[in-house]
């Protein structure tokens, strides 16, 4: 057994039972965002959150302890994602990376934005060219700091 098998049970779970993550985070009490990126692996639910997630998906006593063990974070199967809709955010990343930086340290200095102290909301953007994706990211600003 390992949270790997697990992530696969939900999705799997998910698929036939025809759940959407939105539902499941309503259940759960937190965002879409977080919850999704929860049952895919990359965040660590408490004992509440993971019995929740346990009782939708059928997970097993030993199934739901995964959910709560620190997961390892950002392992995609390649270097350079192979994905479409991931790759659009490494493509994404390599075009505006410096960009971002760039601005970043004009507005606050030199430093960083947290993907710990972080949030995100995804939404549709009805657009009469074709809908569009809106991905706002909220992370808090950390500043290097001399020692």
Known sequence: M???EVTEKIVAT???????????AEQVGLSKE???AGCLGQMQFNAE???????????????????????YKGSLPTSV??????Y??????????TTFKE???????DGIMSAIDFRMDLKREANPNGDRVNI??????LPYKSY
Do not use: C
């Open 81 to 86: 994602p192979t994905d479409p809709v991931i």
């Open 88 to 97: 659009r955010f490494y493509e994404l990343v390599n075009v505006y990376g």
């Open 136 to 141: 706002t990211m909220s992370g808090k600003y």
């Open 34 to 36: 977080w919850v999704t």
């Open 49 to 71: 959150q993971a019995g929740v997630i346990a009782k939708i998906f059928g997970l097993t006593e030993e199934e739901k302890k995964w959910l709560m063990v620190v997961p």
């Open 103 to 109: 601005l970043i340290h004009e507005e606050f200095g």
């Open 14 to 24: 998910k698929v036939s039972q025809g759940l959407k993550w939105s539902d499941v």
């Open 2 to 4: 390992s949270r790997i």
